[in-house]
């Protein structure tokens, strides 16, 4: 018998005790410790163990329940059907957890769980000074009834998603919180193509900062949407002051310029500086990024956040479609804010991830989900976070409308011909259409050589458009570039 244990880091002590009771009564046990380097959540080595082993013990404490790699692994187990088994650390935490994002943990009972049951109890109660029931019961008593199919279709695409809502980008969130929350400030530009999250990404850090962030710091994120933004320094100024003015505790609020200097460089950068002093880690969430280096009249603002960022007085989260290196200043001239940067790209989703998303959606509606229709999801969307949710959106739809398999397909072509269109024509670095003609076998486009075709093909994975294993994301965009452009 094969069992993971998921937990937190900080339950590390805990889950070495079981490991080494359970591995005393020949059960192989799984740990992301001895399975996969740096603690990756669903990376491809995890998700193999989870899909190999025969059960799953969840070590249930404050640190595991609030932990968005924990919770990935479970909702993934539960997806995959594995017996699941809540060990609660904390018993206070047991009536929480009902109401908690996890919120659909069912025991998945087989010959194999009660052939065991007597040796897993006794790692168990090893752990926890706790009695688990026997499989046939359910762990919290009695089963509530499932909720009423809602009229309301949970999937949401074509807006930012809400943070209680968001799912998944675990690599980004660890590449965020990395950044931030070490010895010093640093800065991280998010690089990806439309629709795959940006968006909802920063949004989500900036609602859940509380939770993600080290806590003995004095965090005050700002977030700010450039697209919407004003054109002028005057104006951001002003947005950046109101956000210091929500985010401050009364006794900084001192160190704000006043409205009438909304404009003057000098000011913004003494009261950065002042709070850095105070000791407040300022994080700055700059969404589409793009929009501020089209406007000559933010070249002073720019370079003072970049010095300001260059101090770690300031953390700045940049999102844009290209990387910063690539972009020019509102002078026209190469930027050099790009200096101060890491990059993390938003690709696909893990399949982890994106099945987590249907899973949750379709438990908020009451709705039950086959595998079946989570495979045709898969299937059309390749873990495309906007596709994922129209894909979504049509199967459960489906049950109502009584379409098909034939039918979801027919009317998800339809409904993401226009993105695909637009993916399309935003492929126009590093011969990016050319090395999709090759990779789909048309005699079309410019020759290129093998080693460009090589490096662009890199840069295709680490935007989604190419898998690792070097094919187009998913069929129906495959198809769309042969059928509109073959």
């Known amino acids: 018998?094969?069992?993971?244990?998921?937990?937190?880091?900080?339950?590390?002590?805990?889950?070495?005790?079981?490991?080494?009771?359970?591995?005393?009564?020949?059960?192989?046990?799984?740990?992301?410790?001895?399975?996969?380097?740096?603690?990756?959540?669903?990376?491809?080595?995890?998700?193999?163990?989870?899909?190999?082993?025969?059960?799953?013990?969840?070590?249930?404490?404050?640190?595991?329940?609030?932990?968005?790699?924990?919770?990935?692994?479970?909702?993934?187990?539960?997806?995959?059907?594995?017996?699941?088994?809540?060990?609660?650390?904390?018993?206070?935490?047991?009536?929480?957890?009902?109401?908690?994002?996890?919120?659909?943990?069912?025991?998945?009972?087989?010959?194999?769980?009660?052939?065991?049951?007597?040796?897993?109890?006794?790692?168990?109660?090893?752990?926890?000074?706790?009695?688990?029931?026997?499989?046939?019961?359910?762990?919290?008593?009695?089963?509530?009834?499932?909720?009423?199919?809602?009229?309301?279709?949970?999937?949401?695409?074509?807006?930012?998603?809400?943070p209680e809502y968001f799912v998944g980008r675990t690599t980004a969130i660890q590449d965020i919180v990395g950044r931030l929350g070490g010895s010093q400030l640093q800065c991280i530009s998010i690089v990806a193509n439309r629709r795959m999250g940006k968006s909802s990404l920063l949004y989500y850090v900036f609602k859940e900062h509380a939770r993600l962030l080290p806590q003995q710091y004095r965090w005050v994120p700002i977030y700010i949407d450039m697209?919407?933004?004003?054109?002028?320094?005057?104006?951001?100024?002003?947005?950046?002051?109101?956000?210091?003015?929500?985010?401050?505790?009364?006794?900084?609020?001192?160190?704000?310029?006043?409205?009438?200097?909304?404009?003057?460089?000098?000011?913004?950068?003494?009261?950065?500086?002042d709070l850095d002093s105070a000791g407040v880690r300022l994080v700055l969430l700059l969404d589409e990024w793009e929009s501020a280096l089209a406007h000559p009249e933010l070249t002073d603002w720019v370079e003072t956040l970049r010095s300001a960022g260059q101090l770690s007085q300031v953390g700045i989260i940049t999102s844009t479609a290209y990387e910063l290196s690539k972009l020019h200043t509102v002078g026209g001239a190469t930027s050099p804010f790009f200096n101060i940067f890491s990059t993390t790209y938003l690709g696909a989703m893990t399949p982890g991830e994106w099945m987590s998303l249907v899973t949750s959606a379709f438990a908020r509606s009451g709705r039950p989900i086959n595998p079946?229709?989570?495979?045709?999801?898969?299937?059309?969307?390749?873990?495309?976070?906007?596709?994922?949710?129209?894909?979504?959106?049509?199967?459960?739809?489906?049950?109502?409308?009584?379409?098909?398999?034939?039918?979801?397909?027919?009317?998800?072509?339809?409904?993401?011909?226009?993105?695909?269109?637009?993916?399309?024509?935003?492929?126009?670095?590093?011969?990016?259409?050319?090395?999709?003609?090759?990779?789909?076998?048309m005699n079309k486009g410019a020759p290129i050589s093998d080693a460009a075709f090589a490096d662009t093909i890199e840069q295709l994975q680490l935007r989604g458009v190419v898998t690792k294993s070097g094919d187009i994301f998913c069929a129906p965009f495959a198809d769309f570039v042969r059928r509109e452009l073959g």
């Open 1 to 162: 018998m094969k069992v993971f244990i998921s937990y937190s880091s900080k339950d590390v002590d805990q889950a070495r005790r079981l490991s080494d009771q359970l591995k005393q009564d020949s059960v192989t046990v799984l740990r992301d410790q001895d399975i996969i380097a740096g603690g990756q959540a669903f990376d491809a080595v995890l998700e193999q163990a989870l899909r190999q082993c025969d059960a799953v013990i969840y070590l249930v404490s404050a640190d595991s329940r609030n932990s968005i790699w924990v919770k990935d692994e479970i909702v993934f187990a539960k997806t995959l059907r594995k017996t699941i088994i809540p060990l609660m650390l904390d018993t206070d935490l047991e009536q929480d957890l009902l109401t908690a994002s996890l919120h659909h943990i069912d025991m998945y009972t087989d010959a194999l769980w009660q052939s065991n049951y007597s040796h897993l109890t006794k790692a168990l109660n090893s752990v926890a000074p706790i009695s688990v029931p026997p499989p046939e019961d359910d762990i919290y008593g009695e089963r509530a009834e499932a909720p009423p199919p809602t009229t309301m279709n949970p999937f949401i695409y074509g807006s930012r998603i809400q």
């Open 227 to 273: 697209m919407g933004a004003a054109r002028t320094s005057k104006a951001v100024m002003f947005m950046l002051r109101v956000g210091l003015e929500r985010g401050l505790p009364p006794d900084l609020k001192s160190c704000i310029w006043s409205k009438e200097d909304d404009g003057e460089m000098l000011y913004m950068a003494q009261t950065i500086a």
């Open 372 to 441: 079946h229709d989570i495979d045709l999801i898969g299937e059309l969307a390749g873990g495309q976070p906007y596709l994922t949710q129209l894909a979504g959106h049509l199967v459960w739809k489906a049950s109502d409308e009584r379409w098909n398999a034939a039918d979801i397909r027919a009317n998800f072509r339809r409904e993401a011909r226009p993105i695909f269109a637009d993916l399309w024509n935003r492929q126009t670095v590093n011969n990016q259409k050319d090395t999709l003609f090759r990779l789909l076998g």
